[in-house]
T-cell receptor, first 118, second 110 residues
Framework: SAVISQKPSRDICQRGTSLTIQCQVD?????MFWYRQQPGQSLTLIAT?????????ESGFVIDKFPISRPNLTFSTLTVSNMSPEDSSIYLC???????????????FGSGTRLTVV | QKEVEQNSGPLSVPEGAIASLNCTYS??????FFWYRQYSGKSPELIMF????GDKEDGRFTAQLNKASQYVSLLIRDSQPSDSATYLC??????????FGAGTILRVKS
């Protein structure tokens, strides 16, 4: 399965500032997914990032708040903008795994970024 | 809104017993189903995926899928204290997205 390097692993940020999270994959992937996991909660999809096109955002998430870049097939960034304490969460990137025949064999997650906004 | 339901637990089982984790989903058209294990402070780790009705076994883990009942389960045989974690059920959606359940906390007591 793909190996994802995500950074930073954690950060403490002042409200009103922005943080950019990076994910690097060791193989080319078509789609990358960004999730949020709020304290004690499950994972919620923020957006899907395709190379060469605008990211597709889920209901409740907007580009101005969570701009995403996808410059190539191995890299993506998520920015959390104008942060408030409610943005304190774990942010995770994920990619779909496919075998040599194109069959899906599951999704792999990065190690996550634990964000605390004070 | 497509939903995935899990009992939050905690589910407590003695060491060596079988742990049974259950999940129901609302979208009858769903085709792919995943079980993840998440240790506290760590990211989710894929344990099993299943696409067809019936059972799929991998070591101590068995995933069971019943599309007619919209039900998927995970059995863990010979449970170990190291299996104590939160288990997340996820269902594949159109666009290759995953919808996650809230997770079931499993505690294996030695």
């Amino acid at each position: 399965s793909a190996v994802i390097s995500q950074k930073p692993s954690r950060d403490i940020c002042q409200r009103g500032t922005s943080l950019t999270i990076q994910c690097q994959v060791d193989s080319q992937v078509t789609m990358m997914f960004w999730y949020r996991q709020q304290p004690g909660q499950s994972l919620t999809l923020i957006a899907t990032a395709n190379q060469g096109s605008e990211a597709t955002y889920e209901s409740g998430f907007v580009i101005d708040k969570f701009p995403i870049s996808r410059p190539n097939l191995t890299f993506s960034t998520l920015t959390v903008s104008n942060m408030s304490p409610e943005d304190s969460s774990i942010y995770l990137c994920s990619v779909e795994g496919r075998d040599s025949e194109g069959a899906n064999y599951g999704y792999t997650f990065g190690s996550g970024t634990r964000l605390t906004v004070v | 809104q497509k939903e995935v339901e899990q009992n939050s637990g905690p589910l407590s089982v003695p060491e060596g017993a079988i742990a049974s984790l259950n999940c129901t989903y609302s979208d009858r058209g769903s085709q792919s189903f995943f079980w993840y294990r998440q240790y506290s402070g760590k990211s989710p780790e894929l344990i099993m995926f299943i696409y067809s009705n019936g059972d799929k076994e991998d070591g101590r883990f068995t995933a069971q899928l019943n599309k007619a009942s919209q039900y998927v389960s995970l059995l863990i045989r010979d449970s170990q204290p190291s299996d104590s974690a939160t288990y997340l059920c996820a269902v594949g959606e159109y666009g290759n997205k995953l919808v996650f359940g809230a997770g079931t906390i499993l505690r294996v007591k030695s």
